[in-house]
């Protein structure tokens, strides 16, 4: 009786707030307040999918459902993006019958890195998607050792681990595992010899902290690497992107299937090449997959395409005080062959501790934006003057860069006749604040 009235108050909050346009995790606040093992007496289907790291979660965990549905599966997922425990229970009871059985093929959870062991510990994934780990939100998250413990914790021995090969931090997830499927992308074009970041995560093996060695750089971190001392090194991979034309928009995996772009940035080929291994483990056909996953536009509002009078432009969101999330935003307005105007808002900071730490622009690589592709580099936001004295420290030349703190006033100063496409480049909390002034495509 306790199981079946926690399911009831569950579904019944759920449908009050989705008439007033809440209620993702506060229905299995409640549920789990009034039975605290609730999610350890539901019968789960047979597949359950976690996908879990610092970034790309949401946007891997929309793409993997849109292929397993498309494929005719039926997927249960946290499409709303409430991913720590009280938004995977709603999810979960919402979607169950008063008995306590969820009744779908899948499955999909996406889980916050840092609470992954409390949603895990009373349901078991039978395969664990760990897309990367880096520098997030310090404030929040401390350094991503911290956040390697925290996800180690909600690892069970009998889930299929399918791990990030090209990550050193998140490869320490396999030692001496044998369940575990790697992905990973081979040498491509756009890689480099040597480290050109600002920071260098991978200097030192995660496993014996001795000096670590790569062969080459795919972006900051992340690439080919091995440690002389205790032979920690990037596995061989059982999916993998071949070749990668960027430019083009189109990938090879595993020297075969091909997918096009919608979205030329490696950080976007790596979340489709988690989704096409996922799938493709469920048994979807990889033809198939790869019809699913060419050309698909996310929902997720990550990269938004616009109208500025008669310009065209992109937003794209970067995960808040993520440098790297920024870099990969940065890159992708750079390499743009059509040229551009960039835009940078940052009028938000720390949108929960509110320490307003402006600490973290030091390790965005905004030297990227010195190329030619790029005409003119716009900061506004309250922070404006701490970009400016973050600008002012790279190689961007300074007759490129206009400061101007209101976001109405960078947009009207955008809206011009120039010739140029424009990129806009903010965080979740602040692309509204952009975005509400201009026309969505």
Not at 282 to 288: F, L, N
Not at 324 to 348: C, M
Not at 387 to 412: M, P
Request: hydrophobic fraction near 35%; proline fraction near 2%.
């Amino acid at each position: 009786m306790r199981k079946l009235f926690t399911i009831i108050v569950c579904k019944i909050l759920k449908f009050v707030g989705g008439l007033i346009g809440k209620g993702s995790s506060l229905p299995g606040q409640i549920a789990l307040k009034i039975y605290p093992n609730i999610l350890g007496s539901i019968e789960l289907p047979k597949y359950i999918i976690a996908v879990t790291g610092s970034n790309g979660k949401t946007s891997t965990v929309e793409m993997i459902a849109h292929t397993l549905c498309a494929s005719g599966k039926n997927v249960v997922w946290n499409k709303e993006g409430s991913n720590q425990i009280e938004g995977v229970t709603t999810l979960i009871l919402s979607n169950s019958t008063l008995s306590g059985k969820v009744k779908c093929d899948i499955l999909l959870i996406e889980s916050d890195e840092r609470f992954a062991k409390y949603t895990f510990k009373y349901i078991t994934p039978t395969h664990y998607v760990i897309t990367n780990l880096y520098r997030d939100q310090l404030t929040r998250n401390g350094h991503p050792q911290w956040v390697y413990n925290a996800i180690k914790d909600s690892i069970h021995p009998e889930t299929h681990l399918i791990l990030n090969a090209d990550d050193p931090l998140v490869s320490c997830f396999g030692y001496k595992k044998d369940n575990i499927t790697w992905f990973g992308v081979d040498n491509i074009p756009t890689d480099t010899k040597e480290f050109d970041g600002v920071y260098n995560d991978g200097a030192y093996c995660p496993n014996c902290k001795s000096p670590m060695t790569y062969s080459n750089y795919h972006y900051d971190h992340i690439g080919m690497y091995e440690c002389a001392n205790c032979g920690h090194k990037r596995n061989d991979t059982e999916y993998t992107v071949t070749d990668a034309d960027l430019e083009k928009g189109e990938i090879t995996i595993n020297d075969k299937y091909k997918i096009t772009l919608s979205l030329k940035s490696l950080y976007n080929v790596y979340n489709i090449l988690a989704a096409f291994t996922v799938a493709s483990i469920v048994g979807v056909d990889k033809d198939e997959i790869c019809k699913h996953l060419s050309n698909y536009v996310l929902k997720n509002f990550r990269v938004v395409t616009f109208t500025l009078g008669n310009r065209k432009g992109t937003l794209v969101t970067s995960k808040h005080e993520n440098s790297i999330s920024y870099n990969q935003s940065l890159k992708l307005a750079a390499a743009d062959n059509e040229k551009s105007d960039v835009l940078i808002i940052v009028d938000a900071v720390s949108r929960k501790y509110f320490t307003s730490d402006v600490s973290w622009l030091w390790d965005i690589n905004f030297d990227i934006l010195k190329s030619e592709n790029v005409k003119n580099v716009i900061l506004a936001g309250t922070y404006c003057n701490d970009l400016a004295t973050r600008f002012s420290f790279s190689q961007v030349q300074k007759d490129k860069i206009k400061v101007i703190e209101s976001i109405e006033d960078a947009v009207n100063y955008l809206d011009n006749d120039s010739k140029e496409k424009i990129y806009v480049i903010t965080c979740f909390s602040d692309k509204g604040k952009f975005l509400d002034k201009v026309k969505v495509d």
